[in-house]
């Protein structure tokens, strides 16, 4: 190709004028084009740089203010999640809970934060939301599991207040039994006194029946000290019971108070991410 004259040079051909013009108009067009494009990747980098802040700073602002999530390991939000978002607004829908209410209610509490964002933001913490659903399941489960502990821990708790009810009546039954065969001793001789001047004849029925009552009383104290005695590492089993009942019942409070930190922790949940 012959170069393009200078402009102003004296060239009437009748191609000269539409080549170069051609050459400069393209040339052109390729410089606004590159411009465009190089315009367009800054802006979908600085997006995306704007919705990975806004996914990292939720996830901190999750565990700088609830315990569950500060106690869970760290939630790394995925780059290319966040891109995906970013490029196709209409993939962003919440996780899929799979039937678990528990997990639909913290997944619900959580999306609340990405239906009120827009633009990145929105890409941002819906790539946040969906990073951490092992950790929402793993919530979920501890909190299903709670529940289903503390039924149990009710029943044992039964158990173990009917278990030290029987040993205080067995305690109770054999210091009765004792003090009315030790009162039973002197009221026994006076009996058979009374029953010698009286009726001689019946003197050892007398004898027999105060002796058979003698050897209830005392029996009766001594078989239920014998089967109430020490038991697993207790002075007697009365201490055992009363022990386990304790033990019961604390574990009972310990689950109300998981529970109840977990009721308390979804609530935070709402109020973080519904403003």
Excluded at 161 to 175: E, G, S, Y
Aim: aromatic share 6%; proline share 4%; with cysteine.
């Amino acid at each position: 190709m012959r170069p393009c004259p200078p402009r102003g040079a004296d060239d009437r051909g009748p191609g000269a004028g539409s080549d170069c013009g051609g050459a400069a108009g393209s040339a052109d067009q390729g410089r606004t084009l590159d411009s465009a494009d190089r315009g367009g990747a800054r802006a979908l980098a600085d997006d995306l740089q704007a919705a990975e802040s806004a996914a990292v700073a939720f996830i901190d602002e999750l565990r700088g203010r609830l315990d569950g999530w500060r106690q869970a390991p760290q939630v790394y939000v995925d780059p290319a999640l966040v891109l995906a978002f970013l490029l196709h607004p209409g993939q962003v829908r919440p996780p899929d809970s799979n039937g678990d209410a528990e997990a639909g209610e913290l997944f619900g509490a959580l999306w609340q934060r990405v239906g009120r964002s827009e633009g990145p933001l929105r890409a941002g913490h819906a790539a946040a939301v969906h990073a951490a659903t092992g950790t929402v399941r793993t919530m979920a489960e501890n909190r299903r599991a709670w529940r289903g502990e503390l039924d149990l821990a009710h029943t044992d708790l039964d158990k173990a207040r009917n278990r030290w009810a029987l040993q205080i009546f067995l305690h109770v039954a054999k210091i009765l039994m004792f003090v009315g065969a030790i009162a039973l001793i002197p009221i026994g001789f006076t009996n058979l006194g009374y029953v010698r001047s009286t009726d001689p004849a019946s003197t050892t029925s007398a004898f027999n029946t105060w002796i058979l009552w003698e050897a209830l009383l005392f029996g009766g104290a001594i078989a239920i000290a014998t089967t109430t005695g020490g038991h697993n590492g207790f002075r007697t089993r009365r201490h055992a019971a009363q022990a386990g009942r304790a033990y019961a019942a604390a574990r009972v409070e310990e689950l109300r108070a998981g529970i109840a930190a977990g009721d308390e922790e979804l609530r935070l949940t709402r109020e973080i991410c519904g403003r």
